[in-house]
């Protein structure tokens, strides 16, 4: 990861300028709906859970089964009811500049159907004349447990694996009670948002070190530790601040001279 981007976005904030239209959020959705098909196609292939030698479960593999490999070039971090507009602003990232986005709720299979099947094998106690399932409570916490383990695992490799991270910061996302007293009630949301400030922070290409940085700096001063931040306003004092403006500002001067890396015109802008 490189940078970090607070969109802010209000309630009635209009969407109309990313020019991306509901075809075109439906023909994200058929790749997307694709690449799930054949992940569960994979999984189902192994009806058992991967085991090491001694029958424990292969926590490794299971990863990758679950949550594999993608190379992203930012990673959208969002509520889960700002689905629909993380979707709008990865199409526009695909269409005016080529880069491709991570979601992880449309990417990767859902934790919850990984969760049941482990639960279903493993936390069953009793099962009534009608097929209703009792489960362990004890064991149900283990294995919730484990599993969001690896879900949060996973996520933490996909940011460090992004360039850089762009926060959809609504309402829905993040309550306001006082200017500056920002909260979430999502402990993804936390989690990443915690995960991108202390990620080390590695500049991607070295045109981005004469224009970002200052000339003559060591390159060694180039990959930045920030200071771990609590809570999400401070967190997200170490992101930049974007609005509707720049993303319109960025496609024009990026189509202004497309020889540049699309994300290298990102970071050269000038903020509002």
Known sequence: MFKGFNLELGMQEPQ??????????????????????????????????????????DASRLINDWFPDYKPDV?????????????????????????????????????????????????????????????????????????????????????????????????KSVQTAEIKDKKTNSPWIYSELKTACIVEKICPRYKVREAVFHKGMPIENVRMMPDVLYPVEEQLSTFESLGSKNLIQWETEYRANESVHPLDCLYKLDKI
């Open 16 to 57: 109309a300028f990313l020019g991306i239209n509901d075809l075109d959020i439906q023909r994200y959705d058929e790749h997307i709906e694709d690449l799930r098909k054949k992940l569960n196609r994979s999984i189902d292939e192994r009806v058992e859970l991967p085991r090491n030698e001694d029958d424990s479960i």
């Open 75 to 171: 990673f959208i971090s969002h509520s889960h009811s700002d689905e629909r507009t993380a979707k709008r602003i990865a199409c526009w990232l695909k269409k005016n500049f080529d880069l491709n986005a991570f979601i992880d709720s449309t990417v990767w299979g859902n934790s919850n159907d990984l969760l049941k099947r482990i639960d279903n094998k493993y936390c069953v106690t009793k099962i009534d004349k009608n097929g209703n399932k009792t489960y362990d409570y004890n064991i149900r916490n283990f294995t919730t447990s484990h599993v969001h383990m690896m879900l949060s695992t996973a996520l933490n490799d996909m940011i460090y694996a992004s360039e850089c991270v762009l926060f959809l910061n609504t309402p």
